[in-house]
T-cell receptor
Framework: DTGVSQNPRHKITKRGQNVTFRCDPI?????LYWYRQTLGQGPEFLTY??????LEKSRLLSDRFSAERPKGSFSTLEIQRTEQGDSAMYLC??????WGSGNTIYFGEGSWLTVV | TQLLEQSPQFLSIQEGENLTVYCNSS?????LQWYRQEPGEGPVLLVT?????EVKKLKRLTFQFGDARKDSSLHITAAQPGDTGLYLC?????????????FGQGTTLQVKP
């Protein structure tokens, strides 16, 4: 068990460029989450996948954001036409359990995005 | 909307001092979790409290869940510089069946040697 893996760990991009982050959850975890965290604040929920189905999206996820989990394993989060306000840490998390049964969520180390 | 309020938001203390961090809500949570996060890293789960009134100890850390399951506290005894970090409380959003977490805004702890 290698934990939740995210890459790249750091990305600096110019405003207006597109960026993509990848998340590899813990093997056989069917639940996958993306969160966004700004400095000194708690993470905020962005979106949730159960297997390959995207079942919930936060209103924080504007039209410029898209997430996929095509085969129910790894996931990607793409941000198009980046803005300075997108600068944050993007966290991926996974969980093996069904909701309501003592849900334990395991977080990756995050991907830092800086938009200049 | 369920919210979690943490206090204080920032705490700077000397090594050896004790401290308490609070996590409060007007909503009932089925469980609350405490995470510790170091700069540039993801949150790491410390403990999950499930039963109202529950107390859990993890070495010098003591976690308590309120009787009404609306609040929780984290007490650190004899803080050490290695305890420095961002402490986050989180609860499962009861309005969703996804198991997503609602986080407090965090408490940044600095322990000076």
């Amino acid at each position: 068990d290698t934990g939740v893996s995210q890459n790249p760990r750091h990305k600096i991009t110019k405003r207006g460029q597109n960026v993509t982050f990848r998340c590899d959850p813990i093997s056989e975890h069917n639940r996958l989450y993306w969160y966004r965290q700004t400095l000194g604040q708690g993470p905020e929920f962005l979106t949730y996948f159960q297997n390959e189905a995207q079942l919930e999206k936060s209103r924080l996820l504007s039209d410029r954001f898209s997430a996929e989990r095509p085969k129910g394993s790894f996931s990607t989060l793409e941000i198009q036409r980046t803005e300075q306000g997108d600068s944050a840490m993007y966290l991926c998390a996974s969980s093996p359990r069904e909701w309501g049964s003592g849900n334990t969520i395991y977080f990756g180390e995050g991907s830092w995005l800086t938009v200049v | 909307t369920q919210l979690l309020e943490q206090s204080p938001q920032f705490l700077s203390i000397q090594e050896g001092e004790n401290l308490t961090v609070y996590c409060n809500s007007s909503s009932v949570f089925s469980s609350l979790q405490w995470y510790r996060q170091e700069p540039g890293e993801g949150p790491v789960l410390l403990v999950t409290v499930v039963t109202g009134g529950e107390v859990k100890k993890l070495k010098r850390l003591t976690f308590q869940f309120g009787d009404a399951r609306k609040d929780s506290s984290l007490h650190i005894t004899a803080a050490q510089p290695g305890d420095t970090g961002l402490y986050l409380c989180a609860g499962v959003d009861g309005s969703s069946n996804t198991g997503k977490l609602i986080f407090g805004q965090g408490t940044t702890l600095q322990v000076k040697p």
